[in-house]
């Protein structure tokens, strides 16, 4: 069964530091995708970034950066100077296959990151 | 609509009761899920939709719990003889085509309280 991990479970950072999440993963599949989701105060997950099990290339999108590491399952998010409106739970995500190319999420248990003033 | 749409937003029912949970999702998308989140744990998969059919209903807990998506757009998800234990938010999530590579979109949920 695949599995998502957070052992960080809340992170309390001052505003313009820099913060990293972590995530490790479980899946005996070969081909997965991995994904970060925000979940403001209103609830709804909002989408930030994705990766495919293909793909270790770690990259930067704006304030935003991942480090992908299939040798130790990990699949970390860093935000750069954080700021206030970045208070959030943040969940990690794997694509489970259901069938054909179908598939469904398994999350994480979330991380509640407050950034104060 | 630009997003996808879960009504009503909050629901307090009383224990045994029947309830319907509503679901919009954004046009055009074919895959619909439904997923559970308990207070202080991340969203758990219930059931499934490509298109009209329940492609996957494995986490569906038990069979009070029913849904349906009959002309492949808005899904009902139905729960019987509510529980306490059943309090939860639940989200509804549609994407494109359902594949690995395709962002799943949320709703924002509807909290229900079985009292």
């Known amino acids: 069964a695949q599995k998502v991990t957070q052992a960080q479970t809340e992170i309390s950072v001052v505003e313009k530091e820099d913060v990293t999440l972590d995530c490790v993963y479980e899946t005996r599949d070969t081909t997965y995708y991995l994904f970060w989701y925000k979940q403001p105060p209103s609830g709804e997950l909002v989408f930030l970034i994705r990766r495919n099990s293909f793909d270790e290339q770690n990259e930067i999108s704006g304030r935003y950066s991942w480090n992908f590491q299939k040798s130790t399952s990990s699949f970390n998010f860093t935000i750069t100077a954080s700021q206030v409106v970045d208070s959030a739970v943040y969940f990690c995500a794997l694509s489970e296959r259901l069938y054909g190319a179908n598939s469904k999420l398994t999350f994480g248990k979330g991380i509640t990151l407050s950034v104060r003033p | 609509g630009a997003g996808v749409s879960q009504t009503p937003s909050n629901k307090v029912t009383e224990k045994g009761k029947y309830v319907e949970l509503r679901c919009d999702p954004i046009?055009?998308?074919?895959?619909l899920y439904w997923y559970r989140q308990s207070l202080g744990q991340g969203p758990e998969f219930l059931i499934y939709?490509?298109?009209?059919?329940?492609?996957?209903d494995s986490g569906l807990p038990n069979d009070r719990f029913f849904a349906v998506r009959p002309e492949g757009s808005v899904s009902t998800l139905k729960i019987q003889r509510t529980e306490r234990g059943d309090s939860a938010v639940y989200l509804c999530?549609?994407?494109?085509?359902?594949?690995?590579?395709?962002?799943?979109?949320f709703g924002q949920g509807t909290r229900l309280t079985v009292v």
């Open positions: 999530a549609s994407s494109l085509t359902g594949t690995m590579n395709t962002e799943a979109f």
């Open positions: 046009s055009g998308h074919t895959a």
């Open positions: 939709f490509q298109g009209t059919g329940a492609a996957d």
